[in-house]
């Protein structure tokens, strides 16, 4: 069974900086997609930032871009979100998600919540203004 375990939310001013974790276990995919998603208080959940384990690229919202930095040990199953430069519209619920078939997008990467079978619990990220 895959689980996927976020940490590293809390409350920040703005302009400060967190360094969000997730760790993957129980899965064996030979080709997987992963990525972060966030969701803020009566909006709906949207893509953050992607990056393939195939060659470490990367993909970003432009809300985030410059701002946020994703980044893997795969050693460690270890995927990570450096957010600096926070904002009061960062305020979410940030969710670590993963796909095991992502060969059927045709994409390494597609901003879609609805696409991603595993997710995260969650971690609550807060910036005050």
């Known amino acids: 069974e895959v689980h996927l375990v976020e940490s590293g939310g809390g409350l920040v001013q703005a302009g400060g900086s967190l360094r969000l974790s997730c760790t993957a276990s129980?899965?064996?995919?030979?080709?997987?997609?992963i990525a972060w998603f966030r969701q803020a208080p009566g909006k709906e959940r949207e893509g953050v930032s992607c990056i393939s384990t195939d060659d470490d690229s990367t993909y970003y919202a432009d809300s985030v871009k410059g701002r946020f930095t994703i980044s893997s040990d795969n050693a460690k199953n270890t995927v990570y979100l450096q957010m600096n430069s926070l904002k009061p519209e960062d305020t979410a619920v940030y969710y670590c998600?993963?796909?095991?078939?992502?060969?059927?997008?045709?994409?390494?990467?597609?901003?879609?919540?609805?696409?991603?079978?595993?997710w995260g619990q969650g971690t609550q990220v807060t910036v005050s203004s």
């Open positions: 129980g899965f064996t995919f030979d080709d997987y997609a």
């Open positions: 998600v993963l796909e095991g078939s992502p060969a059927k997008w045709g994409s390494w990467c597609v901003f879609v919540a609805s696409e991603y079978d595993y």
